[in-house]
């Protein structure tokens, strides 16, 4: 994982500052995902779906239930508490104090052309300090990237775009009303008022990738959400947090994806299909539009209906 440099974080904190009733102690510099976590980390398991990742985890703790305890290894100490979501919110709270709300980018200005001697500029865009474009790129007029953003050589950004907590490759286009990097729907339902729940991940956009108008791509709520090579988004495509999507996908238009879902490589989703979250979607998988997906496919599957089931299923159904 790239080096999360967008939001400032707190700490290291010790276990008992987080956790006032834990007997032993130790520091923990940052909370991180199963899988890249260290022996300085903290992170959390709130469902047997990660309990691979959690047998293999090199984090010093971890936030749990007494039910998942068991798939962590005897490294990791387990933090039981009755709602792993709702302390994961609190503890992200306090490492990333700021990442709760999408706060506006105080050191926006108009670009210095000695600072981009390669990069063409429309009128009235907006960068914020340490952003870095490669060379041979185009920023379409009302654009906005926010800082530290990295933008790669041969990319095209049209006007009206906002990006910010993202890092993009080479030879990118992203269309016209793209919104790129934003905090994604997260948050505790509490009684009188809901306590939101930190993004502190970013969007990772790879080479050759293209976006249509007004897609809108949030960025990881812990983990990142990553668009793979090649891939290419119709309009009003919706990327929730913590997505994968791998490379050669083609998405149609008006596609929804929910948090955490991990899309393989040459998928092809039709207009206006629903794909629920933290689902895995195999190799060469073909998704009929309109489509409502609510459980993993298998590589190699065409699918469609809802809820989405195998294609020549669904096409006797229909003639029934």
């Not at 729940?197 to 969007?203: A, C, E, L, R, T």
């Not at 790879?206 to 959400?225: M, Q, W």
């Not at 119709?234 to 996908?249: E, F, L, S, Y």
């Not at 998928?267 to 190799?283: D, E, F, T």
Request: charged share 25%.
């Amino acid at each position: 994982m790239l080096q999360n440099n967008f939001f400032e974080i707190k700490g290291p904190f010790t276990l008992k500052e987080l956790f006032p009733n834990q007997k032993i102690d130790f520091k923990l510099k940052d909370i991180k995902p199963l899988n890249t976590a260290q022996n300085s980390d903290i992170t959390f398991l709130d469902s047997t779906r990660y309990k691979d990742q959690a047998s293999n985890t090199k984090a010093s703790c971890c936030i749990t239930t007494e039910k998942l305890k068991e798939y962590l290894p005897d490294t990791c100490k387990p933090i039981i508490v009755k709602s792993v979501l709702f302390d994961l919110a609190k503890i992200v709270k306090k490492f990333y104090p700021y990442a709760d709300i999408d706060y506006p980018d105080q050191s926006l200005k108009e670009p210095n052309t000695s600072d981009f001697p390669d990069v063409k500029f429309g009128n009235n865009v907006l960068i914020g300090k340490n952003v870095k474009i490669g060379k041979n790129s185009k920023i379409g007029s009302f654009t906005i990237i926010e800082q530290n953003v990295l933008i790669g050589k041969d990319c095209v950004i049209n006007s009206h775009v906002m990006i910010k907590n993202s890092i993009i490759g080479n030879e990118v286009i992203i269309q016209d009303g793209c919104k790129i990097g934003l905090k994604g729907f997260g948050f505790i339902p509490l009684k009188d008022k809901n306590l939101k729940f930190p993004h502190i991940g970013k969007v990772i956009i790879k080479d050759n990738v293209e976006l249509a108008s007004s897609c809108t791509i949030d960025r990881g709520s812990i983990d990142d959400t990553v668009i793979g090579e090649n891939t290419y988004l119709d309009n009003q495509v919706h990327v929730a947090h913590n997505v994968k999507m791998g490379k050669n996908c083609m998405i149609a238009g008006q596609v929804g994806f929910a948090g955490s879902t991990t899309i393989g490589d040459n998928v092809s989703i039709g207009g206006q299909a629903g794909i629920s979250g933290h689902l895995k979607i195999g190799n060469n998988v073909k998704i009929g539009g309109g489509s409502g997906v609510i459980k993993d496919i298998e590589d190699n599957s065409i699918v469609m209906g809802y809820p989405a089931i195998p294609f020549k299923n669904f096409i006797k159904n229909w003639k029934k």
